[in-house]
């Protein structure tokens, strides 16, 4: 099976611009997580989707969103860059709802700059 | 919500020595505790996991404890090897909660 994919790989943008990052989970897969990596901050969870529908939101403003298609792909959407925005981003596949003992495979990530 | 703290955040041994890592959890419900390794430049991968039903989970030269009544885990890697060197993240969860991480431990094999 094909891994997790995710596009771009990298990406530069500048403060105040938007951007929007694609996830692809592995064929079966029904749930998609997405997280940040920062240095010394690990992975932080942003939201989760199974099924279309956001199952868990975590701790991030408003202008991060998410969405997730009917063939699972999900996109997320960063609105009004900051430069604190700049992180790895990446998602994470699963069979079942993330958690719930389900593996999760992770996608080599975005590197999103802001300038 | 829950909090996982990991301990140390850099840790160096020599090539075959041992290297134990630790993390600490919050919520006592949390009953799932993954533990992934990152290399440089590549994603995390899960390299060993165990429930709250479970004391100690071996496999070959890596052994995960847990301690419920302290709420803390442990990940042991024994005879470590170069290719061991990556950052290593442990995460707790419940149920259909999603997993939270520690923020990592950037594991050195010196040969």
């Known amino acids: 099976k094909a891994g997790v994919t995710q596009t771009p790989r990298y990406l530069i943008k500048t403060r105040g611009q938007q951007v929007t990052l694609s996830c692809s989970p592995i064929s079966g897969h029904r749930s998609v997580s997405w997280y940040q990596q920062t240095p010394g901050q690990g992975l932080q969870f942003l939201f989760e989707?199974?099924?279309?529908?956001?199952?868990n939101k975590g701790n991030f403003p408003g202008r991060f969103s998410g969405r997730q298609f009917s063939n699972s792909r999900s996109e997320m959407n960063v609105s009004t860059l900051e430069l604190g925005d700049s992180a790895l981003y990446l998602c994470?596949?699963?069979?079942?709802?993330?958690?719930?003992?389900?593996?999760?495979?992770f996608g080599p990530g975005t590197r999103l700059t802001v300038l | 919500g829950e909090n996982v703290e990991q301990h140390p955040s850099t840790l160096s041994v020599q090539e075959g020595d041992s290297a134990v890592i630790k993390c600490t959890y919050s919520d006592s419900a949390s009953n799932y505790f993954p533990w992934y390794k990152q290399e440089l430049g590549k994603r995390p991968q899960l390299i060993i996991d165990?429930?709250?039903?479970?004391g100690e989970k071996k496999d070959q030269r890596i052994a995960v404890t847990l301690n419920k009544t302290a709420k803390h885990f442990s990940l042991h890697i024994t005879e470590t090897q170069p290719e061991d060197s990556a950052v290593y993240f442990c995460a707790a969860s419940k149920g259909n909660t999603p997993l939270v991480f520690g923020k990592g431990t950037r594991l050195s094999v010196i040969a």
């Open positions: 989707y199974f099924s279309e529908t956001q199952r």
């Open positions: 994470a596949s699963s069979l079942a709802p993330a958690g719930a003992y389900n593996e999760q495979f």
């Open positions: 165990i429930r709250s039903n479970v």
